[in-house]
Nanobody, 124 residues
Framework: VQLQASGGGFVQDGGSLKLSCAASGSAFGGYAVAWFRQAPGKDREFVAAIRWSGGTTVYADSVKGRFTISRDYTKNTVVLQMNSLQREDTANYYC??????????????????WGQGTQVTVSS
């Protein structure tokens, strides 16, 4: 599975952005797709994930209620809608695909396929 992330950019505090993760080479069926982010000097951290089959979603506490992850069957794409963005959300965002069990869905090691990062910068 090849993943292509897009949609990053600059936004003011309180604004919104939509990130997309498109798959090529294989469909997402049977996979979970997740977004992780990494700020300068910090570890990569889990943001949100969705199971392609069934649509189960999981969120980090820091983004719950502000971010929404969803799937677009027609485009074989996973979308991360980010609202009420804060400066703390500034990071390079990565999408990933894997087949984790639910208890592992937040863990980096559960994902074997990664896209390139897309930078999100939130300014005050």
């Amino acid at each position: 599975v090849q993943l292509q992330a897009s949609g990053g950019g600059f936004v003011q505090d309180g604004g919104s952005l939509k990130l997309s993760c498109a798959a090529s080479g294989s469909a997402f069926g049977g996979y979970a797709v997740a977004w992780f982010r990494q700020a300068p000097g910090k570890d990569r951290e889990f943001v949100a994930a969705i199971r392609w089959s069934g649509g189960t979603t999981v969120y980090a506490d820091s983004v719950k209620g502000r971010f929404t992850i969803s799937r677009d069957y027609t485009k074989n794409t996973v979308v991360l809608q980010m609202n009420s963005l804060q400066r703390e959300d500034t990071a390079n965002y990565y999408c990933a695909a894997g087949r984790p069990i639910l208890s592992e869905i937040r863990k980096l090691r559960a994902y074997g396929y990664w896209g390139q990062g897309t930078q999100v910068t939130v300014s005050s």
